[in-house]
């Protein structure tokens, strides 16, 4: 079966690849401030092929924001199980377009990789499963399970009606396992699944000192600056090695199991490998120690000022500016609260808030971090076709990003197995420029999952 299997999707990978490049060239940005029309279609662009693949009960689900879901479905045979699979067709912003080798949503293949935002998040995840179920259904019939598609609209801004479309869809997308083909694997040809994620919570920071921007010779001294009060408050949540030190934030944290702990050390990361793949410059030290690096970014939780703002680099003359932004985002380690960890950070900031400046927060929704237990005899049969398909051993690994369906998923329908898998790596710079997919693994991605299918009767 494996070679009917591998023959099937080599033969039609071409059709993948088209199809793919079709919804990467529908800028499908879910932050707000875009164009909702283009979310919307980018929805339909997914729902026609759902439609031109012969899926039944294909529909849109759209929750309040307007950024549509996509619904559809392969019934196979009553009493065989009901499997889930998830991917999202929203996108990033493209940040500094400039820095774009090719036009971020004209795809174009170079040195085996597809460039364009959404390639690699998350795009591929929705042609995988589709190609997967696809040849699943040519080469072993309905033997394959039932299957339910959820390909959601606005992962990247959140996920913010995602619970509650799936609590009033529960029957309709009710499944005993979920696969998420939303991760990465750890490295370019070692497929992987993933075990745990990282939760998220970000705030918006304004300290307001004046009306209005004065001369900073004719004013300056007497009256506070409201850029080093931010910076002053930014600094007050670590010490000068990350370590965060709001008080009691770290309390919950569940450590690794000795299981999780030893494929993390199996994984052989070096403090060389991590300089070069992350691109940190030469004399740059690291915050903890390198035996720690894979428990740093997957269990513990960091701090970063994702945009800061005072006046304008442009424009930066002799000024004391009235305002400073920062929006800053935490990842939060697994046994974290997301509504916890925002109310502590708020506490915080308001307490280091100094000389009277005028605070604002603003916290944007957050996300749950996840874990799963591997018990489950799926984890050990995905990665059975993963070792199978990709010609490499498959691993289990951490991821410090998050997803928060991952979590909705559980909450909605019990404990029932939730594996994460994905085609981003290393090298694929999802969110940043030059966003692309390693073509060899979404091939190999595609196969992966329709041999897990057909293993499943068995
Ligand atoms: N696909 C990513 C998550 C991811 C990134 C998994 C890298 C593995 C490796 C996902 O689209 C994402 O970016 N999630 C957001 C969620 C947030 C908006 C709540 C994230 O982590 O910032
Ligand atoms: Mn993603
Ligand atoms: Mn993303």
Redesign the pocket.
Known sequence: MLATLEKRIHERFPRYLEALENLIRIPSISFDGFDKNEVIRSAQAVKTLFTNNGFQNVQLLTPPSGRSSVYAELRTKPHNPTILLYA?HDVQPTMREALWESPPFSPEVRNGRLYGRGTA??KAGIILHIAAVTQAVAVFGDKIPNIKFIIEGE?????VGLQTLINDNKELLKCDAVIVA???NFAKGIPSITTSLRG?AAVEVVVKSLKAPLHSGSWSGPIPDPAQALCRMIASLTDAKGQIVIPHFMDGITEPTKEEEDAYDSLGMTEEIFRKDSGMVSTLSLMVDKKDILKSLWRKPSIVVTAMEAGSRTQSGNVLQDSAYARIGIRLAPGMDADVAMLQMIEHLKKHCPLGMDLSLFSEDG?NPFTTDISHPYFEMMKEAMTQAYGAPARYIG?G????GAQFFRDAFGPIPVLLT?L?DPECN??GENESLYLKDFEHGILAEALFFGSLHK
């Open positions: 999202h998040d998350d992962e990247e801004s959140g996920s939303d991760n990465s998220m996300a991821c990003a998050s997803i928060p994905g981003e999802a969110h």
